[in-house]
Structure formats: C-alpha cells, structure tokens
C-alpha cells in the first residue's frame, strides 16, 4: 500500500512539474520565433511594427491564400490592417510584397488586390513583388497590384483561370448498394452539386456562370495591372503555369532575379537607400499552441522532435504513475 501511495505521489510531483514547464514554455515561446519549427495554427497575432526612419515595409503572401491564419503562414487580416496602418505611416516609403503561394480564394485574393490599390492611391508610393519558388492563380492576381514583378528563375507562374470545386456523383455508387439519399429543399437549384444527385445541364451551367464571371475579372486585372489588351490575356490564361523565362516573354512579369536583385531593383528604381524591413505577424503562444507544438514534434512533423518525445514521455509517464492503481 505504502509503494503504490508512493508511486502516486512521486507520479503527481512529475506531472506538476510538467505542467508548470509548459507554462514557462508558453510564456518563453512570446519571446521566441517558434514558427521557425512548426506551423502553429490558432494563435493572434499583434499589433503593427513602429519604425523611425524611412524605410520599405516587405509584406509577405506565403501559403494558400484564405481568410484567417493559415497555420504561421499567410494572415489575411493581420495584412489588411497592416496595409491600412503602413498608409498612415510617414515614414514606410513602399511595399515589397514577397511571394511564395498557390493561390486561394478568389475573394480574399481580390481583398488584397484592392487594399494595394488603395494604398497606392492614397500614398503615391509604390508596390513591388518578388516571386520566390511560386507565384500562381490568386497569387498572382494580388501580384497585379505591383508597379514591377521580379521573379526567380526556377519560380513557377501563371495558372490564370479559376475553379469552383470538384463535385461528385455518388448516385451509380448508391443505387448498386441500393441505398437511398434525399434532401429536403426549397427549390430546384437548392440543392445543387449534392453527391447524391446527377447534375442536370441547367445547373451545370450556373456554375459555369459563376466561374465565367470570375475568370472575366481575373482577366481585367491582369490586363490592367500588366497593360495587355484582353484578347492577349485571355490567350494565355488558360490555366496553364510558366516558367519565369517564358512568363517574362508573355509580359508577365518585368525581370528575373533573386531576393537581392530584387531589393536593388526597387531601391534603384527609387534612387534610395532605405532599409527593407519585414513585417510579420508577432504571434501570441499558448499553452495549448505549445502542447500542439510538442505533439506535432512526437509525432514527427516538427524540426525538434526529439524535444517533443522526450516532454511528452515524461508526461505519460507522470500521468501512469499518478493513476496507476
């Protein structure tokens, strides 16, 4: 009775000592980058950076493109609410947008697109992009906005065009099984795109529709931010991706280079020598962000997973020797 009382004991001491190190942890983890080892979704991001001195603000579109953050990738509303502070900011002299996404949502691409507008229309100051390793569908859209697009050379571009989804047709699937599935709707079209009914020509074309419409916008923006006429966009907008060399060639974008190239492109251009400063969302951790970080690394998606292991078998083994009976 006495060695399982203490196996108790000496269990409950490990796991507050566990307990209170995560605290620690998540308090430390404020004042740490721990995106450099994992995307860690659900977490807040601060408010803006204060600079004293002029300088070029590099924003960064990295990951799909939604609302919401997207896992320490790209923060549709952290960047929103950066655009509109960095307009009120004497001393941000531009914005060097850098890029490394496949695309997303059409409306959150298009929010961005016309926040940049904004910003350049209130300001007179410039926007410049620099394509990384890709830069396609709503990424490049938002890359529209920018007076010059420099791109890697091994970046792929392109993929002007829009998709609505993939629907499915589990009807043939359901009648072999001789299973039945119904919905109870309001109209005819309600219900449209349901795995489990064939859809009609009617509807097929409704969603075309959208899709056509959207493509038609898509096509707008790139003939207005790239100055080519729609006929020549739309016959390169199939979908398609480029290589830089051969986006270059379309008028897609203005030169090829590297990061640096880049930044001297711009600042050349703008006959400065101002810092390039990198604005990011500055993230609050939480306990739970830090369990989720310790977990993801047992379980080998992290870049310390033998951390991870190692707090989480201590864990389990106070949780054992605590409960144990």
């Known amino acids: 009775m006495d060695n399982q009382k203490k196996k108790r004991n000496n269990g409950l001491i490990i796991f507050i000592c566990i307990i209170a190190g995560l605290v620690i942890l998540s308090v430390a983890a404020n004042f740490l980058d721990f995106g450099n080892y994992i995307d860690i979704p659900f977490v807040s991001s601060k408010s803006q ?31 929103i609410n950066e655009i509109d502070a960095l307009i009120d900011d004497d001393n941000n002299k531009g914005i060097l947008l850098y890029i490394d996404s496949p695309g997303g949502a059409v409306y959150v691409g298009d929010e961005l697109y016309l926040k940049l507008l904004k910003y350049k229309e209130e300001t007179g100051r410039p926007v410049y992009a620099y394509f990384s390793s890709q830069a396609a569908s709503g990424a490049y859209y938002i890359s529209c906005a920018a007076d010059k697009i420099i791109c890697n050379r091994n970046c792929i571009t392109g993929s002007i065009g829009v998709k609505i989804g993939t629907f499915y ?60 006429n729609k006929d020549t966009v739309r016959s390169l907008a199939d979908g398609r991706i480029y290589t830089a ?74 949780a054992k020797l605590l409960f144990e009976k």
Do not use: C
């Open 49 to 79: 950076q204060v600079i004293y001195e002029d300088y070029i603000a590099q924003l960064d579109v990295q990951g799909a493109i939604y609302e919401g953050n997207s896992g320490g990738g790209y923060d549709h509303e952290w960047t």
């Open 245 to 318: 060399h051969q986006a270059m060639e379309l008028g897609l974008v203005d030169e090829i280079g590297g990061y640096d190239d880049a930044v001297d492109i711009m600042l050349g251009d703008l006959n400065a020598d101002w810092d390039v400063v990198e604005f990011k969302p500055d993230y609050d951790y939480s306990l739970f962000d830090i369990l989720y970080l310790l977990s993801s690394s047992a379980n080998g998606k992290g870049k310390e997973g033998n951390a991870g292991d190692k707090a989480l078998l201590f864990l389990s083994d106070g």
């Open 169 to 228: 047709d589990l009807t043939g699937l359901l009648e072999k099984y001789g299973v039945d599935a119904f919905d109870i709707a309001s109209g005819n079209h309600k219900n449209m795109g349901s795995y489990f009914e064939t859809m009609d020509e009617e509807e097929l074309a409704i969603y075309q529709g959208v899709v056509d419409e959207a493509y038609e916008q898509f096509v707008g923006v790139v003939s207005i931010g790239r100055g080519l």
